[in-house]
């Protein structure tokens, strides 16, 4: 298994432009999410999902997007980039249902710097 | 919203030194877990303990629910535990995170 895979691994964008971070698993996990990282902090969720076809609004939603229309796919949209998203962003799966331990998988991360 | 103190901020160890790692958090919640970053910023989960106790290897963590509180101890540590211990709580799926405290391990 592969895990939890994010694409890419590093992006430098100008202010205003848009792009599409990926996210991708390969346990069968309903759960997903996707945090920020800024520097000295601990993560921040910024939206999650329970399964195809719902997502719902974490802590910092503002100024993305997300969708999911498979299980194992689930993207994050910047719309307009500003510089206050330079960040970290990490992705996150987990199994839903009897006997979940809630334990959470992260991919590698995507380091965004927006300029 | 849930609160989440972590300390100490910032730890210097030699190596097989122990050390414990606090979490206070403000609310009851169903979840709680420990994660490691490691200096490259990959991060893995340590524990999920929403109380109790539970050991693995040379790390063990212990949550009192009614008090609101976790701790994680590293017993005789070595260069590889160095990075940022995070504690992460909440409800279902949803964790709000602690700043971390940063472990440096010298050899």
């Known amino acids: 298994n592969a895990g939890v895979t994010q694409t890419p691994k590093f992006q430098v964008l100008k202010t205003g432009q848009s792009m599409t971070l990926q996210c991708a698993q390969d346990?069968?996990?309903?759960?997903m999410s996707w945090y920020r990282q800024d520097p000295g902090m601990g993560l921040r969720l910024i939206h999650y999902s329970v399964g195809a076809g719902i997502t719902d609004q974490g802590e910092v939603p503002n100024g993305y997007n997300v969708s999911r229309s498979t299980t194992e796919d689930f993207p994050l949209r910047l719309l307009s980039a500003a510089p206050s998203q330079t960040s970290v962003y990490f992705c996150a799966s987990s199994y839903i249902g009897p006997g979940s331990s809630y334990e959470q998988y992260f991919g590698p991360g995507t380091r965004l710097t927006v300029t | 919203g849930i609160q989440v103190e972590q300390s100490p901020p910032d730890l210097i160890l030699q190596e097989g030194a122990n050390s414990t790692l606090r979490c206070n958090f403000s609310d009851s919640v169903n979840n709680l877990q420990w994660f490691h970053q490691n200096p490259w910023g990959q991060l893995i989960n340590l524990f999920y303990i929403p109380s109790g106790t539970k050991q693995n290897g040379r790390l063990s963590a212990t949550t009192v629910a009614t008090e609101r509180y976790s701790l994680l101890y590293i017993s005789s540590s070595q260069t590889t535990d160095s990075g940022v211990y995070f504690c992460?709580?909440?409800?279902?799926?949803?964790?709000?995170w602690g700043a971390g405290t940063k472990l440096i391990i010298k050899p």
């Open positions: 346990m069968n996990h309903e759960y």
């Open positions: 992460a709580v909440g409800t279902n799926y949803q964790l709000i």
